[in-house]
């Protein structure tokens, strides 16, 4: 059974910086895009940021484009998240998520089925 875990959040202020990491556990993440969803309450989740299967690709909300960065780790099966700048709209609780021989277009990317627990951000001075 495939484990997603999150972990990283926590509170900062405006215009501080989060790292956010995903690890895999049972698989490799090798043949998966690895991607970053927020949900706030009552709202949608919402697409952050995706690195495709291969590594080649990589996709950013406009809201985050320029902030956040997405790298992963083949070896470690992790997916990281370096947030900087962030905002209090940013606030929110952040979920990591896989898809197999997932790729990446300009036109958006949807999840895939796998979900971690999500971990919390907190932006307020």
């Known amino acids: 059974q495939v484990q997603l875990v999150e972990s990283g959040g926590g509170l900062v202020q405006p215009g501080g910086s989060l790292r956010l990491s995903c690890k895999a556990s049972g698989r490799t993440i090798r043949n998966y895009a690895m991607g970053w969803f927020r949900q706030a309450p009552d709202k949608e989740r919402e697409f952050v940021a995706v690195?495709?299967?291969?590594?080649?690709?990589?996709l950013y909300a406009d809201s985050v484009k320029g902030r956040f960065t997405i790298t992963r780790d083949i070896a470690k099966a992790t997916v990281d998240l370096q947030m900087n700048s962030l905002k209090p709209e940013d606030t929110t609780v952040y979920y990591c998520n896989r898809k197999p021989w997932g790729t990446v277009s300009s036109g958006g990317y949807l999840p895939g089925p796998d979900w971690g627990q999500g971990t919390q951000v907190t932006v307020s001075s």
């Open positions: 690195i495709s299967y291969g590594g080649g690709s990589i």
